[in-house]
């Protein structure tokens, strides 16, 4: 009877062990079980506990059941994420075409190039929990900055300078990104750099993608860009260009192009990003082919060109066609009066200032420089009732917050002391520094502080600030000055000048003159010491 392959394979290894036995080459017993389990991980026959020697256990497989293999579900970790998002950010131009793809039809091509740009922003947005993390900017922000500094740095030496905004960046995405937005003056210059407008721009982005991936619906357009040139839309565009391969599309709308043809083009795409000039958008508002009102975020850029071209009153308009409560973005020249006028116009809710230079003209912009002078220290506590009976006249019919710093607690306390013996009531603080001042004009809540609290606290808020002591240094002045109002546009700063005082005659002077402020006459009349 005819044997079987098995059966005749067991004799063949019968005989081959009994001669190895019998041999004097005999081996060890180890030294067989190494040479038998070659044999089996050759043969693909080796045991599932052998593969505890060549991987180890993992959170996704705690048991090696997988032996270190990865299973065709998972998904791609944080390394390929990386060369993912690397490759579209290095890939430029999103219509050249890899040697190893195969032609796909427009349709499924576009709606494949769709679904991977969403793929990259989800995960670049969760974070190792899964979860969706508002407390700092995500993977996905840095990789919009990165394709933005790719394609310009070829044509546009700033290019590579783009992270170097990254303080004043990481402030804008705080302000915008918060559970409730807080709206942005930027008063760095007359109108946005290239920095700022890609940290702006990669901004909305991470802020859309977040969303996405909260299952939230996002309106289109998203952010609103408006511009007061052609030129600044080009420009604008040239930045938000490469971040289509990322998903984020942007369209332009200016004069330089026939609105029929903005018209189609707009039929046929739901851009998240739009630049515009104001006339030309209201053109389009009016023949419905767009609509605004559902934008998120609204910039401003250049609002003191806005308010030379004469078209402020288009800038109003625009804004009134948002029903919803966008985030308001401005970047503006504040040199002059009425800018402050508009802003405060166009800004009604919560207003961070922000500057990406840190002068002292551009942080104390809007802010008013009083400088009262007082020959002896004791004549004070007068001259302070007296400024403050001049602030109520000034500020009629509105409740103010007014900032008092002295030189030292023991000052502070003391002028509390004699603050109490006119028309003053104590509110609720049982340190006793803070005052209501009533008035048949007005109220007045007066908080009184040393200078070594207030470097502790925010003033940001206080629109008002009287420095009874000047500090002995003009930088300390100057920190007071840059950090009053930063929360209010507009914002006054008053300080008593006395004799003692004469050595910082000349220094303060010039800080005044920096910020455009009227140098007193009575400087003119003291010499330093």
């Not at 219509?95 to 039809?105: F, I, S």
């Not at 030379?308 to 288009?314: A, G, I, M, Q, S």
């Not at 003009?474 to 005082?501: M, P, Q, W």
Request: charged share 25%; proline share 5%; net charge positive.
């Amino acid at each position: 009877m005819a044997k079987g392959d098995d059966a005749l394979a067991r004799k063949r290894n019968r005989v081959r062990r009994k001669r190895l036995r019998s041999s004097e080459n005999a081996v060890s017993a180890r030294v067989a079980a190494i040479i038998a389990s070659k044999r089996r991980r050759k043969s693909g026959k080796r045991r599932g506990c052998e593969g505890m020697c060549f991987s180890l256990p993992t959170p996704e497989d705690p048991f090696n059941e997988r032996h270190g293999k990865k299973s065709k579900v998972d998904e791609p970790t944080d390394d390929t994420e990386d060369a993912a998002a690397a490759a579209v950010v290095k890939d430029g131009n999103p219509g050249k075409k890899n040697a190893n793809t195969k032609k796909q039809p427009p349709e499924k091509a576009g709606a494949k190039a769709k679904a991977k740009a969403k793929a990259i922003r989800e995960r670049a947005t969760e974070t190792e929990e899964g979860g969706v993390d508002f407390d700092r900017p995500s993977k996905f922000l840095v990789v919009c900055l990165n394709a933005i500094r790719d394609a310009v740095a070829p044509e546009d030496g700033g290019g590579s300078s783009i992270h170097g905004a990254g303080d004043w960046g990481v402030e804008l995405w705080r302000c915008c990104s918060a559970p409730a937005p807080s709206d942005v003056l930027d008063t760095s210059g007359a109108s946005a750099t290239l920095e700022q407008t890609a940290w702006l721009v990669s901004t909305a982005c991470d802020i859309v993608a977040r969303k996405e991936r909260l299952g939230m619906v996002v309106s289109c357009p998203y952010l609103l860009y408006i511009v007061p040139s052609q030129e600044k839309a080009t420009q604008v565009r040239s930045i938000c260009k490469p971040l289509k391969s990322l998903g984020i599309h942007s369209v332009s709308l200016h004069p330089g192009a026939s609105i029929e043809h903005q018209i189609s083009g707009l039929k046929s795409c739901e851009p998240e990003f739009l630049i515009a000039t104001p006339e030309r958008l209201l053109e389009l508002v009016s023949s419905k082919a767009i609509d605004i009102s559902s934008v998120s975020m609204l910039v401003i850029d250049g609002l003191r060109c806005f308010l030379d071209l004469n078209v402020t009153d288009k800038i109003y308009s625009i804004r009134d066609a948002i029903s919803s409560n966008p985030q308001i973005t401005i970047f503006t020249d504040p040199s002059d009066k009425n800018v402050a006028i508009m802003a405060r116009n166009l800004l009604h809710g919560r207003t961070t200032k922000l500057s990406i230079n840190d002068s002292v003209s551009s942080r104390s912009a809007f802010i008013t420089q009083h400088v009262h002078f007082c020959p002896l220290e004791k004549q004070k506590t007068s001259k302070v009732k007296e400024i403050l009976e001049q602030i109520l006249k000034s500020h009629a019919k509105k409740t103010l917050k007014v900032l008092l710093v002295a030189a030292n607690g023991q000052k502070a306390q003391n002028l509390s002391s004699s603050l109490k013996l006119e028309n003053c009531t104590v509110t609720d603080d049982t340190h006793g520094d803070s005052f209501m001042i009533c008035s048949s004009v007005g109220l007045m809540n007066v908080l009184i502080k040393d200078r070594e609290t207030i470097a502790m606290m925010d003033i940001g808020e206080f629109e008002i600030v009287l420095i009874v002591d000047l500090p002995p240094s003009v930088d300390e002045y100057s920190e007071i000055l840059g950090d009053v109002a930063r929360h209010v546009i507009g914002g006054e700063v008053h300080s008593i000048f006395c004799n003692t005082d004469a050595p910082l005659v000349k220094p303060l002077a010039e800080v005044l003159a920096k910020c455009g402020q009227a140098v007193p006459e009575f400087f003119k009349n003291l010499e330093p010491s």
